[in-house]
């Protein structure tokens, strides 16, 4: 008769609320955002829809699209005051310690299914840098979406804000091909996201997908960098 192993788990609270909550809301505005953004960039053809679809729709849409596009940056901004009042929140890249490159390989080879198992982490190494990356495009989509709805009053407020990220990118039109490619980029990193957050919560139990419901992640090893929340 086989014996049965125990295997001893121990919890540890990462995330805020802050974090938690705002994930949530920010991943159904980058979808809405999306989705509205491809008609907007897009159009239906109003002659055969009519009439279903309309320029009074598109107006609807557009409307959607900036309402999305203030509550994102208003709950991205919510989670930065996370990042400043938990240290779970803080789980970035440490490109500055040699090990990270290492370890980061070795995550990346394990997703790819050449090594059988990576060494425990909170957050791992390629994870920090896809969320480091993310963060990089978010503020791209941020600047040139602002660039773009404020183009319509160059002289207000807004537009003395924004209006340099047209004059760095060359013209309006520019802006409009960055802010569209980055979002592609964007839906990229979702997917490969949720293949990466799936196998870890499911096929080696790092209760990745709970954890941001809970804020707390059971692990049977130690991780690596659990010193980060002292």
Do not use: Q
């Amino acid at each position: 008769m086989k014996s049965v192993k125990e295997v001893k788990r121990k919890e540890y609270y990462i995330f805020s609320p802050f974090l938690r909550i705002f994930h949530w809301i920010m991943v159904a505005m980058i979808l809405v955002l999306f989705f509205t953004g491809l008609i907007i960039t897009k159009p239906m053809n109003v002659s055969t829809t009519e009439p279903f679809f309309s320029i009074t729709s598109i107006d609807l849409v557009r409307d959607i699209h900036f309402v999305a596009a203030f509550i994102f940056c208003a709950s991205f901004i919510l989670r930065i005051y996370g990042f400043i009042i938990n240290k779970g929140d803080r789980l970035f890249p440490r490109v500055w310690e040699g090990h990270f490159y290492s370890e980061t390989v070795e995550v990346a080879l394990h997703y790819m299914l050449l090594k059988s198992h990576h060494a425990s982490f909170l957050r791992n190494p390629l994870a920090r840098m896809s969320y480091a990356a993310l963060y990089v495009l978010v503020a791209i989509e941020i600047l040139t979406g602002f660039a773009m709805y404020y183009m319509t009053n160059p002289s207000g407020t807004g537009g003395m804000l924004f209006g340099w990220v047209n004059v760095i990118l060359g013209s309006e039109m520019m802006t409009h091909i960055v802010h569209h490619y980055v979002a592609w980029f964007i839906i990229l990193f979702a997917i490969g996201h949720f293949y990466m957050v799936i196998r870890a919560e499911f096929m080696e139990g790092e209760s990745e997908v709970s954890s941001m419901f809970s804020g707390k992640k059971v692990l049977a090893h130690v991780p690596k960098d659990a010193n980060e929340l002292d």
